[in-house]
């Protein structure tokens, strides 16, 4: 008994310690993520235990396929149709990953789209664009309007409504979702009704952001490192920097559709992201945004461990269900900060972080224990 307390008291200990990070105290269920993707313990795009996912048959079917480019290229894309009969609404989902080969793609991504799916009860089209350094600027943008404009196109192959299309993106995936919104508008091409942003790259400019210096040791899921080896190899050219479909910050926003906007506290794009919702909202562009304390970059990739990123995704659905539906009206910048939880949700988080912090620590020692 007496060990078993002494463990218990060692793993409380050890993840509180995990909780002091470089810019500050985090919660502890994020310390204990931090310190995991950090040690490499885990990656970013782990497989989260199944206690912390639910189970059941699923309603919708999974087809994997490639669809041609203008060029004559073929994308993978990767399609969640509900089962009931339809015809449903059209979301075309576009990953994160600094827009580089080897940092993400529609399977790292694969959780956030069918959670997507199940919430909206729409179809979810995930867009494998290609990417830089083998295909720089303007390469995935095309790629990512293409898959657009071939969802309208073929929105009964599975069974979509072609009137009801929406875009969504996380990272520089949210860059591209809001691009594409812009070379819609400009190519008098396919009408989005929403568009939904995870934490966005909005702008490839020098622009002396707080959060960019305060968050990008790389610690909290991206690095400074990350974003310059980004520009450099996504927008060689620095004419490129100032493109309105590289940088849309400094872009024409007029006619876009409504938009839904999720930052973190700790993460280099949070400014970027928040500064972009308020230049839509000057442009009278109905846009809803919530910066949500306590959590990292891609913390919604989390959302099976982490309360806050359930809330985010469930209010990105919620907006979305809503954009389908209904027609957004203008109203002044809606910004709100989320950083209240339930005595309740604090203890669960808690008590979470204490099991995963266990887990982790026996995974370490049993790694020393079979490298000896």
Known sequence: MTIILLCVIGVIITVEYWSHTEAGKVPVKTGVLLHAVDQRIVTSGMRVPKIFTGSGESRFDRKDMTIPMSDGAEIPVRIYQPKAEGPHPIILYYHGGAFLEGYGNIQTHDNIIRALASKTNSVVISVGYRLAPTYPFPTATEDSYEALAWAKKHADLFDGDSSKLAVVGDSAGGNLATVVTMMARDRNGPK???????????????????????????????????????????????????????SPLDANLSNLPPAFIITAEFDPLRDEGEAYGKRL?????????????????????????????????????????????????????????????????????????????????????LSLMTSW
């Not at 945004?289 to 099976?304: K, P």
């Open 192 to 246: 989005i009704t929403a568009q939904a942003l995870l934490y966005p790259l909005t702008t490839f400019q020098d622009v002396s952001f707080p959060s960019r210096q305060t968050y990008d040791s790389g610690y909290y899921f991206i690095s400074r490192s990350v974003m310059e080896k980004a520009r450099e190899n996504y927008t060689p050219d620095e004419k490129m920097w100032s493109n309105p479909y590289t």
């Open 281 to 365: 909202a000057d442009y009278k562009i109905p846009v809803t945004a919530t910066r949500y304390n306590g959590v990292m970059h891609g913390f919604v990739s989390l959302y099976e461990v982490m309360n806050r990123g359930k809330q985010a995704l469930d209010e990105t659905a919620t907006f979305l269900n809503t954009a389908f539906w209904e027609q957004p009206t203008y109203q002044s910048y809606n910004f709100t900060i989320n950083e209240e939880q339930s005595t309740m949700e604090k203890l669960q988080d808690r008590g979470e972080a204490y099991a995963i912090g266990a887990f982790l620590i026996g995974k370490q020692a």
